[in-house]
């Protein structure tokens, strides 16, 4: 069964500091990976997308990492800011005639003062 | 910057009763979606618009029908709630089927009491 599973659920970091989310998904055949940022009460909006053939990309202060091996993917926020209090959530892209997209559960990120 | 525009943001339902959720986009995409989302779960697909003039169920239609209107308008009916029903539900588009990024409005929050 294609899943995507995203740990931790929930993470609380002190402003400045650096985070790491990850992302493990079982979808196959793959083709694309996206980061999503999701702020409260507000619809997702899309970070980065990791094609099979990247390891890593950034955005800014985000950088995504991608194993097509081991099927599993990383957002790294460095130097952390209050507006990065959001959930983040991995989608994975199915090749079929569907064109699925398969979401993970997000993660939710705190940023304290 | 209009983008995806949904109405209304809350509303609260009888069991029983009906209610048609609007969506609009005016960015020319000619993809559309909508999505529940609860929580400690990923967004999951109600019903899909490849292209005006065709939908399609996704993962969770039943309870659902929907109206893709012209190619800006995608409307979500839900003939006869139920406490089931209770989530947030977000409407998004896309250039293509293919393109995995997605555009989301800003989401109605439903209660079925």
């Known amino acids: 069964k294609n899943q995507v599973e995203q740990s931790p659920q929930s993470l609380i970091i002190l402003e400045g500091k650096n985070c790491t989310l990850q992302c493990n998904y079982t979808v196959s055949p793959f083709s694309n990976l996206r980061w999503y940022k999701q702020d409260t009460g507000r619809g997702p909006v899309s970070l980065t997308i990791m094609t099979f053939s990247e390891n890593t990309k950034s955005n800014g202060r985000y950088t995504a990492t991608l194993d097509a091996d081991t099927k599993q993917s990383s957002l790294h926020i460095t130097a952390s800011q209050l507006s990065d209090s959001a959930s983040y959530i991995c989608v994975v892209s199915a090749i079929n005639s569907n064109y699925q997209l398969i979401w993970g559960a997000g993660t939710k990120l705190i940023i304290k003062p | 910057n209009a983008g995806v525009t949904q109405t209304p943001k809350f509303q609260v339902l009888k069991t029983g009763q009906s209610m048609t959720l609007q969506c609009a986009q005016d960015m020319n995409h000619n993809s559309m979606y909508w999505y529940r989302q609860d929580p400690g779960m990923g967004l999951r697909l109600i019903y899909y618009?490849?292209?005006?003039?065709?939908?399609d169920k996704g993962e969770v239609p039943n309870g659902y029908n929907v109206s893709r209107l012209n190619k800006r308008e995608f409307s979500l009916r839900l003939e006869s709630a139920a406490p089931s029903q209770t989530s947030v539900y977000f409407c998004?588009?896309?250039?293509?089927?293919?393109?995995?990024?997605?555009?989301f409005g800003q989401g109605t929050r439903l209660t079925v009491v």
């Open positions: 998004a588009s896309s250039v293509s089927p293919a393109d995995t990024e997605a555009f």
């Open positions: 618009s490849a292209s005006e003039g065709t939908t």
